[in-house]
């Protein structure tokens, strides 16, 4: 079975600066994807970025970028110039491929809060 | 375009009782997943439906269950309520099944089962 692991329940950041979130899977799939999901005090779950695991270039988004390491097994999200609303809950989550991708099943790993200081 | 839909928000109810969710999704999106949020299990994926179709199903009891109707609006039911099913039950819907499409997340029901 997949697993996601997200080693940092909390992180603290000062504005303007950068942080890494961590998270680190396991899975025996060669192809998959995934993903930083945002969860501010609203609840509502908002995708940051996401990675194609045949990619082996990372993806960026603005100010948010990936370290995709597949041989690692490692998907790191880095936010530069951290603004305050960046202050949220962030979730690594994986999607597998099973039966040809027919299946839209997240699983998501345990979470890291990051505060943004000013 | 309107966003997810899910209703009710909050709801209270006491142990052994029934309750029934609902989620509808994009116009359009004919592919909705249930998740439960706790603090204890965090994130968990509860069922998947695909064109009134249930696609994938996590490791729930029984008590759980879900619908989709043929507007891909979704209900789910949680029967004989336990105080452990107090939560935050997400929905996600997205376009299809099988393409790499995003997942759009409703701001959730928050149950307190008492």
């Known amino acids: 079975a997949q697993t996601v692991t997200q080693s940092q329940p909390e992180m603290s950041v000062q504005e303007a600066e950068t942080v890494t979130l961590s998270c680190t899977y396991d899975?025996?799939?060669?192809?998959?994807?995934l993903f930083w999901y945002k969860q501010p005090p609203s609840r509502q779950m908002i995708l940051v970025i996401r990675?194609?695991?045949?990619?082996?270039q990372n993806a960026t988004e603005n100010r948010f970028s990936v370290n995709f390491q597949k041989a690692a097994k490692s998907f790191s999200l880095k936010i530069s110039d951290s603004q305050l609303g960046d202050a949220a809950m962030y979730f690594c989550?994986?999607?597998?491929?099973?039966?040809?991708?027919?299946?839209?099943?997240?699983?998501f790993g345990t979470g890291t809060l990051l505060a943004v200081q000013p | 375009k309107a966003g997810v839909t899910q209703t009710p928000r909050y709801l209270i109810k006491t142990r052994g009782q029934q309750v029934t969710l609902s989620c509808s999704p994009i116009s359009g999106h004919r592919s909705v997943s249930w998740y439960q949020q706790t603090p204890g299990q965090g994130l968990q994926f509860l069922f998947e439906y695909f064109s009134e179709t249930q696609r994938n199903k996590g490791n729930f009891p029984g008590r759980f269950s879900g619908r989709q109707f043929s507007n891909s609006r979704s209900e789910m039911n949680v029967s004989t309520l336990e105080l452990g099913d107090s939560a935050l039950y997400l929905c996600?819907?997205?376009?299809?099944?099988?393409?790499?499409?995003?997942?759009?997340f409703g701001q959730g029901t928050r149950l307190t089962v008492v």
């Open positions: 899975t025996s799939e060669s192809d998959y994807y």
């Open positions: 996600a819907s997205s376009l299809a099944a099988g393409v790499p499409t995003e997942a759009f």
């Open positions: 990675q194609e695991a045949y990619k082996q």
């Open positions: 989550a994986y999607r597998g491929l099973r039966d040809g991708g027919a299946t839209n099943k997240l699983i």
